[in-house]
C-alpha cells in the first residue's frame, strides 16, 4: 500500500525488546507476557509467532523465483501505479505487488491461498486492536471500513532489494493502512523509538507485524490508541545476505468510508478514505 515518507533520523542503535504474540486455536491474539500489549501498542510493532499451519516457505520460494529476470510472473500487468512488477523510486526495493481481487487470477492456487491465510491473521490482529481499544464490536464494521470483518482490501507484496542501486532500502516512512505483516529473513529493518533508529532483529519463527496510520486514526478516541510505527530498511550492499520479504498491507476499502467510535459507541469522526490518505499525503509534502 502507500507510504508514508518521513524525514531520515540516521542516529541509529543496536536491537530492541520487541513483544510476542500467538493466534490461538480460537483466533484470539495473546500476548505472551504481562505488559507485552502496553509496549506493542507504544512501539506499534510486535513479533507473531508463525501459525504451524501457514505455508510460508512455499511463499519463500515464489518470491525467491522473481529474482529470474525469465520469471512469466514479472510479467504481471500493472494496474494504476501501485499493482504489477514495480520498482520504488528512490529506494531499492523491487516487488510484485497485487491486490486481494486479483489474486486468484495472477498468483499461483498455494499462493493465493496463502495471502488469505494472512487475511485470517490480520483480521484477527484487527478485532484485538479493536477490542483493546475499548470500541464496541457492533461499531468496528464502519470503523474498518469492512476489514474487522472480512472485507475492506489487502495487499500481497513480495518484494527484493536490487543492490545495483545505491539509493535507501527503504526511506524512513509509516504505513497509511492498518496492520502490516512482514515476513524479512535478513537484516536491515530498524523502527524508530523516541527519535531513534534502532534494529529489529530477524527472529525466525516469527512475522513482525506494524500499526499504520489508519489503525491510529480509528482508535484515536477509543481507551488505547495505537501508534502508526516508524521504520525504514537500511541500504543493502553485495556482500550483505539477499534480502526477500513478504508483505502484507490490510486496509480499508479504498472506496470506503472509515469513522472514529469512543468507547461508549458514540461516532467522533469519519473519512472516506481517499481523503484519509489524501491528508496523509499532504503531510508527507510538507515534511519533506
Not at 480509528?218 to 520479504?245: K, N
Amino acid at each position: 500500500m502507500v507510504q508514508k515518507v518521513v524525514p531520515p533520523n540516521m542516529q541509529a542503535v543496536e536491537g530492541v525488546e520487541i513483544p510476542t504474540a500467538v493466534i490461538a486455536e480460537d483466533q484470539a491474539l495473546t500476548f505472551s507476557a504481562t505488559g507485552d500489549v502496553d509496549r506493542a501498542w507504544q512501539l506499534g510493532i510486535f513479533y507473531l509467532e508463525v501459525p504451524e499451519a501457514l505455508n510460508l516457505e512455499t511463499a519463500r520460494a515464489f518470491g525467491t523465483a522473481l529474482l529470474d529476470p525469465t520469471n512469466p510472473y514479472r510479467d504481471v500487468p500493472h494496474f494504476g501505479e501501485l499493482e504489477g512488477f514495480i520498482a520504488l523510486d528512490n529506494n531499492q526495493q523491487t516487488k510484485l505487488a497485487l491486490r486481494r481481487h486479483r489474486w486468484d487470477q495472477y498468483y499461483p492456487p498455494q499462493v493465493a491461498e496463502f495471502g488469505r491465510q494472512l487475511d485470517a491473521i490480520g483480521v484477527s490482529v484487527m478485532q484485538h486492536v479493536l477490542s483493546e481499544s475499548g470500541i464496541p464490536k457492533p461499531m468496528w464494521q464502519r470503523a474498518s471500513g469492512g476489514y474487522s470483518s472480512g472485507g475492506g482490501t489487502a495487499f500481497l507484496n513480495f518484494v527484493h532489494y536490487d543492490t545495483r542501486h545505491s539509493y535507501w532500502g527503504l526511506r524512513p516512512h509509516t504505513d497509511y493502512g492498518f496492520v502490516t505483516i512482514l515476513d524479512a529473513t535478513a537484516p536491515g529493518l530498524q523502527v524508530d523509538i523516541d527519535g531513534v533508529f534502532v534494529d529489529v532483529p530477524v527472529r525466525p519463527g516469527y512475522l513482525a507485524i506494524h500499526f499504520g496510520e489508519a489503525l491510529s486514526y480509528i482508535t484515536a478516541y477509543g481507551e488505547r490508541q495505537a501508534t502508526a510505527v516508524r521504520h525504514r530498511v537500511l541500504s543493502q550492499r553485495d556482500c550483505d545476505p539477499i534480502r526477500h520479504g513478504i508483505v502484507y498491507f490490510a486496509n480499508p476499502d479504498l472506496d470506503g468510508m472509515v469513522c472514529q467510535f469512543d468507547a461508549h459507541g458514540h461516532e467522533r469522526g469519519s473519512s472516506s478514505v481517499v481523503s484519509l490518505f489524501e491528508r496523509l499525503e499532504r503531510d508527507l509534502t510538507e515534511l519533506a
